[in-house]
């Protein structure tokens, strides 16, 4: 498939007998690294807490497999109030950006907000890679303009994907799109060869600090 054409339909590149055993890979992976970050965990809960006395767990309604929502769950990294006036898309430079708390700072650069998300992994709500889950609100906005991400509801969302590997965090609606295009191409090609690179691209970018 062409990373930029327009295809009326995008099957999964994993059969049914994969993409079960795909499921129970990231279920007992999730639940083992729970156990291992358990600490961290508790670290990073005082380290918030004490900042602002807010609420620690932060979660958020998304869209995820057969088009459900479910809530994802991460640390809290923004001031209580950050989206007081409704939904804003992250800055490009995101550890700039004013909403974020000092501790919250510390997070994003690390990616260690996404911690939570282990849980998601381990109910079911996500998978270890696979599109990134986006609210309703701005798919409603990518609706518009391509229809064609009705396709990725075929697949649990992931806690990294291809497409933020190569595209980055996505605060323009084209990006968004620009960001569609690689998920679908990531649909039709996955394989559990690729997830491992994907993972392992990922490791590598967090421990250099790259930012994406």
Not at 38 to 57: A, M, N, T, W
Not at 168 to 195: A, V
Request: net charge positive; charged share 25%; glycine share 6%.
């Amino acid at each position: 498939m062409d990373l930029f054409g327009d295809e009326k339909f995008v099957s999964d590149g994993m059969n049914i007998i994969e993409r079960k055993v795909k499921r129970v890979i990231d279920c007992l992976l999730a639940f083992l690294c729970l156990v291992v970050f358990s600490p961290l965990f508790v670290i990073l809960y005082i380290l918030i807490k004490r900042e602002d006395g807010g609420r620690v767990i932060y979660k958020q309604e998304r869209i995820g497999l057969f088009g459900r929502p479910f809530y994802i769950y991460k640390f809290r990294s923004m001031k209580l109030n950050a989206e007081e006036n409704g939904p804003q898309l992250c800055m490009s430079d995101e550890v700039d950006d004013p909403r974020l708390t000092k501790i919250g700072r510390f997070l994003r650069e690390h990616h260690l907000d996404e911690l939570p998300q282990l849980w998601n992994v381990f109910v079911g709500d996500m998978a270890f890679v696979g599109p990134r889950p986006e609210r309703k609100y701005y798919i409603d906005q990518i609706l518009e303009r391509d229809s064609r991400y009705v396709f990725l509801y075929q697949i649990r969302p992931g806690v990294t994907s291809y497409a933020t590997l190569h595209n980055g965090y996505t605060d323009t609606m084209d990006k968004m799109l620009r960001r569609l295009r690689y998920d679908l191409f990531y649909l039709q090609h996955r394989s559990f060869l690729f997830d491992c690179a994907i993972l392992w691209q990922t490791f590598v970018s967090i421990v250099f600090g790259k930012k994406f």
